[in-house]
């Protein structure tokens, strides 16, 4: 897709209205809504983004908020191994399409944004977004497609999370939290026990791991070593070439 840069005018504008109060005001307003953190984000970027050469970043690409409609699905092959991955719409509305991809899923990756805790649903005001993930993470475990599935439980944005609980007070969110509010450690604690507690089969191991998308460092190789491992033993219980992940 041909690129066109902003013109002067309309970047002046855009921080001319950034940097004034009310509109400050109206996005804090807001901030329980998962695109504003994506929009400030870009705001605070204008000046970079309106130059004429202008070349989009690994983190202006990974924050990107866009809405997953149905599911997407993209094969890549490692050591005559196809991975077959599969990125279903999160969205209350997408999930009974989910079906179409449940069968035969070598790994299932869930993915938590454990910032998200004074956030809402996208469709739903009332519904807190961390509450909503507890909810259908134990939907998904339970299903008959998923009981010989490897999980691998990540919790993402842990930068996010640390930069918010001093301003927003996660006991007034998750009322049954009792340890130190201001410190993430404990809130990443109290969100795997959380999650974990949910696994009623003692066969079953969660793999589980706290990092940020938008780093370039954190336990992601580890994580995608654990994946890569489950895919590996799948393969040694049937012959199949083309191992799917969700």
């Known amino acids: ?3 066109e840069p902003f013109g002067l005018d309309l970047a002046l504008a855009i921080r001319a209205l950034w940097s004034d109060s009310g509109v400050r005001e109206y996005f804090k307003r807001w901030e329980r809504r ?3 953190t994506s929009c400030s984000y870009y705001f605070d970027s204008i000046n970079r983004i309106a130059l004429p050469d202008y070349a989009p970043t690994d983190q202006d690409i990974l924050r990107i908020w866009v809405n997953t409609i149905c ?3 993209t094969d890549f092959t490692i050591e005559n191994l196809t ?6 719409g999160g969205l209350r509305s997408e999930r009974k399409k989910w079906v179409h991809v449940f069968e035969d899923v070598a790994v299932l990756i869930y993915l938590v944004d454990i910032s998200a805790y004074d956030q809402c ?5 009332s519904a807190n977004m961390t509450q909503e993930s507890l909810v259908v993470f134990e939907a998904i475990r339970e299903l008959s497609f998923f009981a ?3 999980i691998v439980l990540f919790f993402t944005k842990i930068g996010c999370l640390e930069g918010k609980l001093a301003t927003s007070p996660i006991k007034k969110y998750i009322h049954d939290f009792s340890n130190d509010p201001n410190s993430p450690q404990d809130v990443k604690d109290y969100f795997e026990r959380k999650f974990l507690s949910l696994n009623k089969n003692p066969q079953r191991t969660i793999d589980v791991y706290f990092t940020s998308l938008v780093s370039k460092t ?3 190789r580890t994580a995608f070593a654990a994946i890569e491992q489950a895919l590996r033993l799948r393969k040694g219980k049937s012959g199949d070439k083309v191992k799917k992940i969700i």
């Open 1 to 3: 897709m041909e690129w």
């Open 34 to 36: 998962q695109w504003v």
């Open 71 to 73: 599911y997407t699905s």
């Open 83 to 88: 991975w077959r991955v599969f990125d279903v």
């Open 121 to 125: 649903l996208y469709e739903d005001e």
């Open 148 to 150: 010989h599935t490897s």
């Open 218 to 220: 954190g336990p992601g």
